[in-house]
């Protein structure tokens, strides 16, 4: 998909997440969480800038979306042992006990899973296996270049989040 399609889609993947997290009082969290997926949703696609790089290749597969996590791990578990040296972040119970470097990895791994599904619906396809397999899966529902798809999967992500965040912050 175009960056609106691949908005909305991240969009519908963070809706539940935002629900769950709002619904414990995590609103901080729920906005670092958002702003990561968004700002990184198209990170897949710098294949189309870095030369000798296929586009729909290697930065479109679950190693990739391991990649991003292992990165973003790395910056968490940093982050928490920083933080907790200095004593100004009880990670543990911001996060219920899950570490920061935990949830980095998810968080990464989640972005780049959210940009692979908004292509998967492309007739192109993602090559998700990459490198075990090249073969592409694909719903092939619309055309990457698709007004209505994109800007459809835009509404539909927004109305979602939207939903989740109004929910979660009512119960
Ligand atoms: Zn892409």
New binding site residues.
Partial sequence: MYQKGHYGVSLLVFAPIAFVLLLFEHAELAVVVGATMLSFAML??LDHRVPGIPH?GPT?SFAFAALVGGVFGAAGFALETAAGNAGALDVGTVLGGVSLAAAGFGLGALTVVA?LLG?AVTPAGVNFLWPFSTRTYTLGLWRADNTIANYGLLAIGVFATAAAVYLGAAF
């Fill in positions: 897949p696609d729909r479109h940009h292509d």
